[in-house]
């Protein structure tokens, strides 16, 4: 499975075309072409199979979780969207994810807090 962004190499332009996940089979070879594929979010960082591998998450502004037989979405957890009070909007930084030996996935979320913090005693 990957996630991928067509793209259309036109004399003066690029011109991006819907993302997707495309899903190969691993034995296919060099010349392996997706056999199967279905529409994707925009701003995918990642992708993490659950460990029953019955679905998969697409990690990037929110946490999707997709069937993987059908593709359908099956759940999205806001990330961007997650709304914590006297909070700024929330950012994932999903450039280094951490798997820690347990099978945790783990990658910091980020918010501005908006209001004046404490003074110390």
């Given at each position: 499975?990957?996630?991928?962004l067509p793209t259309k190499l036109l004399p003066?332009?690029?011109?991006?075309?819907?993302?997707?996940?495309?899903?190969?089979?691993?034995?296919?070879?060099?010349?392996?072409k997706a056999y199967r594929s279905?529409?994707?979010?925009?701003?995918?960082?990642?992708?993490?199979?659950?460990?029953?591998?019955?679905?998969?998450?697409?990690?990037?502004?929110?946490?999707?979780?997709?069937?993987?037989?059908?593709?359908?979405?099956?759940?999205?957890?806001?990330?961007?969207?997650?709304?914590?009070?006297?909070?700024?909007?929330?950012?994932?930084?999903?450039?280094?994810?951490?798997?820690?030996?347990?099978?945790?996935?783990?990658?910091?979320?980020?918010?501005?807090?908006?209001?004046?913090?404490?003074?110390?005693?």
């Amino acid at each position: 499975m990957v996630y991928e962004l067509p793209t259309k190499l036109l004399p003066a332009e690029y011109v991006v075309e819907e993302p997707r996940f495309a899903v190969y089979r691993t034995n296919a070879g060099l010349a392996a072409k997706a056999y199967r594929s279905f529409p994707a979010p925009r701003r995918v960082h990642m992708l993490l199979m659950r460990p029953s591998g019955q679905s998969f998450y697409a990690v990037g502004f929110d946490l999707h979780e997709y069937d993987l037989k059908s593709g359908k979405l099956i759940e999205t957890r806001g990330i961007q969207r997650w709304a914590l009070a006297d909070h700024g909007q929330p950012d994932l930084l999903a450039f280094w994810p951490v798997t820690e030996p347990t099978g945790v996935w783990t990658s910091p979320v980020y918010s501005e807090l908006r209001r004046a913090p404490r003074p110390f005693p």
